[in-house]
């Protein structure tokens, strides 16, 4: 089309040579100083290179485009316009279409179909009663694993989580322990889910002077001279994790038994087994407890839940061609597969699991429908006669993104957060692989986007997203949290095309959906600096201790506190953990026990390590504990390392807690 413009003005220009010479130089003069001018490219347009798309430099000068860009330098205005041409796409857009490997194979499913009920209401009638027989067996597996067999004295065994111990941790219990008590002559049958190896605290956890993180929290096991000894468990440790390491229970079928509280006891011998690698103590611990040998006949039906889902779900995809029969009956499947089968939120009863799942699944079937009406999911599965890549490509994929904790536990990863990043081992190197894998996947969508001649629409969305986050990030006193799900409607859009690479992506991202809400229901993109730290150390200022006075006794040694004033008005009060069991606190405003020091006192014959902690206190919160002082069994004391140990052990809930009707069996 350019070169026929340049014809025709030469053409015109020839004429007007033959009728007046003295004009047609003054004419062109004056075209050559156009042509010249750094600031329009009319010769170019002379040279019959106009592009063929709207461009954004100004065509003329003087005219009111030409005012609108002329601040801004030609090779910016040249380079945005290049930017902008390639951007919109080829001049004839494709619109991508799977073809079939082996098409008589994948067809296969859909002709025998259509041979057997040649009558779409018969194969309506087929899709529903197949729907009906996905739920009544996930229903009648997972009552098979509610049940468990009475043991004998103990009575049916409570299902209880894999987090769920004795002890609340830090000053949590009270002083002396008095709110966890009784510290013996307790028990009852527990019944513990699989996997309970990979449950882990995710902020450092004090045990004397180590501190556990990333790893199952489980102290103690059998003694050191004997491997068949009787296992015994700081009271604190995870009673799922510990009846795992001591033979109880399988991590893969979960198993039921008996937990029996004995007291205090000395000497928590450390040791692998069973997959789990136990921590030693080597003083005293108020509450201990042991597992007795009982008859107990229980299955978490996880496996079994998951290989049913699987089967019911791969039919309706290699039968099913309509993709909202497809989607809106896969969604929910693999939703409730997740949330009460293969990663189930903390819970402490199956009526209460439910209850919950049911409070999200409204909100999550709204969003089910956004993302395929708006956000793509209809456009890559619409027309797509491909079942079996459809089926391994999406539907494997969201399998995989719906088992996050299993198929992705292996990155050490558990938060993007910062403070997880900073203290995670490889979390920051794991993250730079996954965002270059992204940045390569981003690169192909944005080549297959420009040949469908939809990137600059995508673009712009996705731009008016950047700014929000950075808008998010920006907001005082928040902090912008990416969850599991917020992540997949992030990225969704852009696998809104039917490639085969576009399949894979968007069946990962629809179950990390799943995964997260599932899991972890809707928790918002913004959170307090309160919420997002959870159990983690709160930056308060620490006590400082003098050298403290030992005095050594034939009967009795005693080791004597003292502490600087408090940093501020608003901490009123100390607290000094021995042992990590809370044994101090006193209040400045107390007259009846307003201590300016605090003695300890160690019966002669003694000889174990103790270990102290301190931290200052706001009404009845405690602060940051300082890291773990020892008074050792030779009564020297070793001062503690400079910085704080953690704030709690963790956010203890009611499912995690073993409730104290249990204890007294």
């Not at 798309?53 to 485009?65: D, F, H, V």
């Not at 042991?290 to 039919?315: G, H, I, Q, T």
């Not at 029969?325 to 293969?342: I, N, Q």
Request: charged share 15%.
């Amino acid at each position: 089309m350019g070169e026929d413009s340049a014809e025709v003005r030469a053409q015109v220009r020839d004429v007007g040579r033959a009728n007046n010479s003295a004009t047609t130089s003054t004419t062109t003069v004056a075209l050559g100083d156009v042509t010249e001018h750094t600031d329009n490219p009319l010769g170019e347009l002379e040279a019959g290179n106009r592009p063929s798309q709207r461009s954004l430099i100004p065509e003329a000068p003087g005219s009111a485009s030409s005012s609108r860009w002329k601040w801004v330098p030609y090779p910016v205005r040249r380079f945005g316009e290049t930017v902008v041409n390639w951007a919109r796409g080829p001049p004839n857009p494709r619109n991508f279409k799977i073809d079939p490997l082996l098409p008589p194979t994948q067809h296969f499913p859909i002709v025998m179909l259509a041979k057997v009920l040649p009558q779409r209401k018969h194969r309506i009638l087929l899709f529903a009663f197949w729907l009906v027989m996905w739920i009544v067996t996930f229903a009648l597996v997972m009552r098979q694993g509610l049940v468990a067999s009475e043991i004998a004295g103990w009575g049916t065994p409570v299902k209880i989580s894999c987090g769920s111990t004795y002890w609340s941790g830090d000053n949590g219990c009270g002083l002396d322990g008095n709110l966890c008590r009784p510290f013996t002559d307790g028990g009852f049958a527990f019944k513990c889910p699989a996997s309970c190896a990979s449950y882990q605290v995710l902020n450092p956890h004090a045990v004397g002077d180590q501190e556990v993180v990333y790893r199952s929290l489980v102290v103690g096991g059998p003694p050191a001279d004997s491997a068949d000894g009787t296992a015994v468990y700081r009271g604190d440790s995870f009673i799922c994790g510990a009846a795992i390491h001591a033979g109880i229970v399988s991590n893969t079928d979960g198993g039921c038994g008996v937990v029996r509280l004995i007291g205090t006891q000395r000497d928590f011998n450390g040791s692998s087994r069973n997959g789990i690698s136990s921590l030693d103590f080597d003083s005293y611990f108020p509450l201990s407890f042991a597992f007795e040998n009982a008859e107990c006949a229980s299955r978490d039906m996880k496996w079994p839940l998951l290989a049913a889902s699987v089967v019911f779900s791969s039919v309706i995809s290699l039968f099913v061609t309509s993709p909202a029969a497809f989607f809106f009956s896969v969604f929910p499947g693999l939703y409730w597969t997740v949330g009460l089968a293969t990663d189930t939120p903390n819970y402490a009863s199956v009526p209460a699991l439910i209850s919950r799942e049911v409070g999200n699944f409204v909100p999550a079937m709204f969003t089910a429908w956004v993302m395929y009406d708006k956000m793509g999911v209809r456009r890559a599965l619409r027309g797509l006669s491909a079942q079996i890549e459809k089926t391994v490509l999406w539907l494997g994929a969201c399998w995989v993104g719906s088992l996050t904790n299993h198929t992705f536990d292996f990155i050490p990863i558990q938060r993007l957060t910062p403070h997880d990043l900073e203290q995670q081992p490889g979390a920051r190197a794991a993250l730079a692989i996954i965002i270059i894998i992204l940045l390569a996947i981003v690169s192909t969508q944005i080549w297959f986007f420009r040949q469908e001649a939809r990137l600059i629409r995508y673009l712009g969305f996705y731009l008016l997203l950047g700014v929000g986050l950075v808008i998010c990030v920006l907001l005082p006193d928040l902090n912008l949290r990416i969850h599991h799900y917020i992540m997949a409607l992030l990225l969704l859009p852009g696998t809104s095309m039917q490639t085969r690479p576009s399949l894979l992506y968007q069946g990962l991202l629809i179950g990390f959906f799943i995964n997260g809400i599932a899991r972890w229901g809707f928790d918002p993109l913004l959170q307090t600096s309160l919420a997002l730290r959870g159990d983690a150390q709160v930056g308060s200022p620490l006590p400082t201790i003098t050298a403290p006075v030992v005095n050594v006794g034939q009967n009795i040694s005693e080791i004597t506190f003292n502490w600087g004033s408090p940093p501020g008005p608003e901490y009123d009060g100390i607290s000094i953990l021995v042992n990590d069991v809370e044994r101090f606190r006193t209040y400045w405003d107390d007259d009846f026990n307003n201590s300016p020091n605090f003695t300890w006192a160690r019966r002669g014959g003694i000889e174990e390590n103790e270990y102290f902690r301190f931290a200052w206190m706001q009404g009845a919160d405690s602060e940051d504990y300082t890291k773990a002082g020892t008074w050792n069994s030779r009564h020297e004391w070793v001062d503690m390392a400079p910085g704080p140990s953690k704030k709690k052990a963790r956010n203890v809930v009611a499912a995690d807690l073993i409730p104290r009707d249990f204890l007294g069996r």
